[in-house]
């Protein structure tokens, strides 16, 4: 039986009627949430924990990374009014704070230390009345949550609560997600649901289709030949005749190749190199499709300058074939005179809406890590009024260094603050973080996940009206991953409202398959 409590304020927030009835959901049976992103989900939490507070007991939260840790740390602190009360915990907790926090009203954790301390038996994890799984979509194979839910079922009677915006397409992954939860329940809302309607603002998504240069199309018409002759060697061995080349089997072959040339068939050492140029290539001419010549131009340097022996295997295939050097001219030839087209579509952009709404802000999405550096330099040399930041995760991939927890926390609050108006960032922008709502998204290229694409999306439209823009280059792997993208949102829409029919929860709305797109 829930309080009356449920409704009343929460630090300065009033609770939403939809938060209000789904919280009391989750306190009667283990339950997942799926909620738009920005309509709330850790209010709904909260309410939930408070009650559980209210009860005598303790709540675990866990959210996937560190900044997610210590965000979620901050609002419940707010929220619930008790900053002394909620501990938050990670891999850089030291061994001699860790009982104290784990003692705490509220433990705020990541995944990983929570399983740790389970395999350790150094956490109880029935002392806590409440488990919540941030972005539980994640939950699969070995993955931290899998193992946490399963111990936390088999020695507590609590309740576990998993909050998403989109948890897949895939209708036996659902199945599998709910089972291993342990979910009982599943409380879906979409935009159009009558009680979440009215908090949500218009956002409109536009595809942008992009010529690439004539120059560029040579360039690629010679690096698309390199790679069919490539894929023509290995499909002539047995090993790979009839197969359909995508780098996923090939890099699954290339695991069993190895073992068996250490095995007794040594001649497959010589299979092995052409495999690994099929894949490093394949992502070159990828990187010229969908992101420019400047990213193919340094990855192929790369190869053709590594001391790494493999690397240098790749680089004498490759310089095998007599259009190599004259492409690599091309493409040098391209960079001194050249523009990339994509760029310049972000930057002109980005400068009429900042034009058009001076107090604007605007988000850039690129899929790739390299990408999102040469972008940012672009547009700070090209247009410096327009405050430009990069936002990338904490690993530092070669010469790239990661940036820790404090600069992207400094990063989001001179972007929240006015000081960038146009912040580029990586996949690490997808998911959960709270980032200011900006006026306008850009998605640099499609990407083929529609639960990135959803969280992409959902970055805008919250406060205000939003705008979504997605480029595309003509004639690239762009319009498969944009249309894989659509195809999985649409199966996941279906699976949805199939889903919601079979719990107690209101069914969640349909929206007509892609409406959320605009091909003119």
């Known amino acids: 039986m829930t309080s009356d409590r449920l409704a009343e304020p929460l630090g300065d927030i009033t609770p939403r009627e939809y938060q209000v009835s789904i919280a009391r959901q989750c306190l009667q049976k283990n339950t997942m949430v799926v909620l738009p ?23 675990l939260f866990l959210a996937p990374t560190k900044p997610l840790v210590s965000q979620h740390g901050r609002t419940l602190k707010n929220l619930l009014g008790m900053p002394d009360r909620v501990g938050l915990l990670t891999g850089e907790t030291g061994q001699s704070r860790r009982e104290g926090i784990l003692s705490s009203s509220v433990v705020v954790s990541t995944p990983q230390t929570i399983e740790n301390l389970v395999d350790s038996g150094k956490i109880d994890l029935s002392a806590y009345g409440i488990l919540v799984f941030d972005e539980v979509h994640r939950a699969s194979g070995n993955y931290a949550y899998v ?24 209708r036996s992954k659902l199945n599998v997600l709910m089972k291993i939860m342990g979910f009982q329940n599943a409380v879906i ?15 409109r998504t536009e595809i942008v289709r992009i010529k690439r240069p004539p120059e560029v199309d040579e ?14 060697k290995l499909q002539k061995s047995d090993e790979f005749s009839g197969v359909r080349l995508t780098r996923k089997e090939v890099a699954s072959a290339i695991s069993d190749l190895s073992g068996r040339a250490r095995s007794g068939e040594p001649e497959l050492f010589n299979l092995i190199p052409v495999a690994t140029s099929y894949i490093r290539f394949d992502y070159a001419v990828e990187y010229l499709e969908s992101q420019g010549v400047e990213i193919f131009q340094e990855y192929l340097l790369q190869i053709i300058n590594s001391e790494d022996k493999s690397m240098q295997r790749t680089a004498r295939i490759l310089r095998s074939f007599p259009e190599f050097e004259s492409m690599m001219r091309m493409t040098a030839d391209f960079m001194e005179h050249g523009d990339n087209p994509k760029m310049m ?36 040399r090209n247009s ?13 991939k070669g010469e790239d260094r990661g940036m820790n927890q404090k600069t992207q926390e400094s990063v989001l609050d001179d972007f ?20 200011p709502s900006t006026d306008l998204v850009i998605f640099y290229e499609p990407i083929p996940s529609d639960i990135r694409s959803i969280q992409r999306r959902g970055r805008t439209g919250r406060n205000r009206a939003g705008e979504v823009v997605i480029l595309t280059y ?14 999985k949102e649409s199966r996941m829409r279906k699976n949805l409202y199939s889903l919601s029919r079979e719990n107690e929860s209101s069914p969640v709305s349909r929206k007509k398959d892609f409406d959320l797109y605009d091909f003119s």
């Open 189 to 203: 809302k979409s935009e159009d649901d009558p009680d979440v309607r009215k908090y949500v603002q218009e956002t």
């Open 345 to 380: 579509y972000v930057k002109r952009l980005c400068e009429d809406r900042l034009t058009s709404n001076p107090g604007g802000k605007i988000l850039v999405f690129t899929h790739f890590r390299k990408t999102s550096e040469i972008l940012t330099e672009y547009l700070s």
């Open 416 to 435: 929240r603050n006015g000081k960038y108006r146009v912040l580029v960032a990586t996949s690490v922008a997808e998911e959960g973080l709270d980032i």
């Open 474 to 487: 003509e004639g690239s792997r762009d319009i498969g991953y944009l249309l894989s993208s659509m195809n």
């Open 37 to 59: 992103t920005g309509l709330g989900k850790t209010v709904i939490a909260a309410l939930a924990i408070r009650e559980i507070l209210d009860r005598g007991g303790r709540a």
């Open 384 to 396: 410096p009024g327009l405050k430009v930041a990069r936002f990338v995760g904490q690993g530092t």
């Open 147 to 170: 193992k946490i839910a399963k111990a936390y079922l088999a020695s507590s009677a609590g309740l576990i609560l998993g909050m998403t915006a989109s948890p897949g397409g895939d």
């Open 219 to 232: 360039i690629l018409a010679i690096a698309r030949k390199i790679l069919s002759e490539i894929s023509a």
